[in-house]
């Protein structure tokens, strides 16, 4: 959901880092900038500005993410804006006094480490903005190291012209811009956490999320019309990405919430073809081409052996030749019951990049107690179920 407009840009700690498109709107400021000031642009400045822009958001993000490794709160994927990320945690959820899915809050994995919420939430704030603080002071101590006059660094200028300079105000205004309560900043995620649990807190983590992007909203518009007005352009590009950072995030939350509010029972196959183990690849591959599945359930009588996919069928058959399906098949593989949530589901087939879980029914008692196989959920149905559940969640809200 988080991962739309945004390009990937590798991983770092076995975190995913992917580029949103608001960094393109600063190459364009940066340009602006250039042409304000009456400076023929130079692509190779612009873009090591706007470079200097991108290493310092990484930064950031490096210390959120050895801080979140450290506290038991491994992030899965980080999205980079201008002003920071946006976090992907590899979260369990925990159920508040309620059953609705909408109460539950996302609660960090603790590994080892004996600390409340609020420590981890204050760790977790305050990472990024140290990083960036410390590079910010580290480079200003060089540049006065390098004989630059003290007073040169003062007012703050970040222009293509003094590319150091530029970092060291780059970093400090990062360090800043995160201690402001606009969420998705830092201080603006510390400021939802405060909304899901202070003594009266809201009625659930979304509405938690949703008074924390009005606030965001509110900060961000501010921001962006002193920015214009004072012709103060970082200051709008501040409003501007904490403005589409916090719509994001907010689309990510209700996104979420019905998903964790969706059982399996209601979005899992039904009427799917399964495999045993002793078919031949041949016969596999013809099964597989006459469905529209991608993943097949391998079954011996009536019990689950393994998970097989038409691309293993595939290249087994061009590097071996024909043989059989036991050779071939996964028998490592999730398995799920009726009652699971569809986010349950998810948070499996994207951590351990699974593309099918077979959704089992236990029956009988006792020695006689057995599983059995009711139905598939496969990351190919799934991204349709969720399309689905994501409309059909707007037009609720429209009739509303």
């Given at each position: ?118 420590q981890r939430e204050l760790y977790l704030t305050f990472a990024g903005p140290l990083v960036n603080f410390a590079m910010g002071t580290g480079i200003a101590t060089v540049l006065i190291l390098l004989g630059e006059p003290t007073g040169s660094l003062w ?74 007005i004072s012709n103060n352009i970082w200051l709008a590009l501040f409003g501007f990405s904490v403005f589409i950072g916090a719509k994001l995030e907010e689309r990510s939350a209700i996104f979420h919430a019905v998903l964790e509010s969706v059982r399996l029972?209601?979005?899992?196959l039904t009427d799917f073809a399964t495999l045993a183990p002793s078919d031949t690849l041949e016969d596999a591959f013809d099964r597989a081409v006459h469905t529209l599945q991608d993943d097949f359930p391998v079954v011996r009588e009536s019990a689950m ?96």
């Amino acid at each position: 959901m988080l991962k739309s407009l945004s390009i990937p840009a590798g991983r770092i700690f076995g975190v995913e880092l992917r580029i949103h498109w608001t960094f393109l709107v600063l190459l364009g400021l940066v340009l602006l900038k250039e042409v304000e000031t009456g400076i023929m642009p130079d692509p190779a400045r612009d873009f090591a500005l706007a470079a200097i822009f991108a290493f310092s958001v990484l930064l950031h993000e490096l210390g959120h993410a050895l801080v979140s490794k450290l506290i038991g709160s491994p992030l899965r994927a980080s999205i980079l804006l201008p002003i920071g990320g946006i976090h992907v945690l590899e979260e369990n959820t925990a159920d508040t006094d309620t059953n609705d899915a909408d109460n539950r809050i996302p609660e960090p994995i603790i590994s080892g480490a004996n600390l409340s919420r609020l420590q981890r939430e204050l760790y977790l704030t305050f990472a990024g903005p140290l990083v960036n603080f410390a590079m910010g002071t580290g480079i200003a101590t060089v540049l006065i190291l390098l004989g630059e006059p003290t007073g040169s660094l003062w007012p703050p200028v970040i222009h293509t012209t003094q590319l150091l300079r530029s970092a060291m105000w780059v970093n400090l205004g990062l360090a800043l811009a995160n201690l402001v309560p606009a969420f998705p900043t830092d201080a603006g995620r510390l400021l939802r956490w405060w909304l899901a649990h202070r003594p009266h807190p809201l009625a659930n983590y979304l509405s938690a999320t949703r008074r924390a992007v009005t606030i965001g909203q509110s900060i961000a518009m501010t921001a962006m019309l002193g920015g214009i007005i004072s012709n103060n352009i970082w200051l709008a590009l501040f409003g501007f990405s904490v403005f589409i950072g916090a719509k994001l995030e907010e689309r990510s939350a209700i996104f979420h919430a019905v998903l964790e509010s969706v059982r399996l029972e209601e979005v899992m196959l039904t009427d799917f073809a399964t495999l045993a183990p002793s078919d031949t690849l041949e016969d596999a591959f013809d099964r597989a081409v006459h469905t529209l599945q991608d993943d097949f359930p391998v079954v011996r009588e009536s019990a689950m052996v393994g998970v097989v996919s038409r691309q293993s069928i595939l290249l087994a058959l061009k590097d071996d030749g024909n043989s059989y399906v036991q050779g071939v098949m996964d028998r490592f593989y999730e398995v799920a019951h009726r009652g699971e949530s569809l986010a349950w589901a998810f948070r499996k087939l994207a951590s351990h990049q699974h593309t099918l879980i077979p959704v089992l029914e236990v029956r009988g008692e006792g020695d006689a107690q057995q599983q059995r196989l009711v139905g598939i959920v496969t990351l190919q149905n799934l991204m349709h179920s969720m399309q689905l559940l994501a409309e059909s969640k707007k037009l609720k809200q429209s009739a509303e």
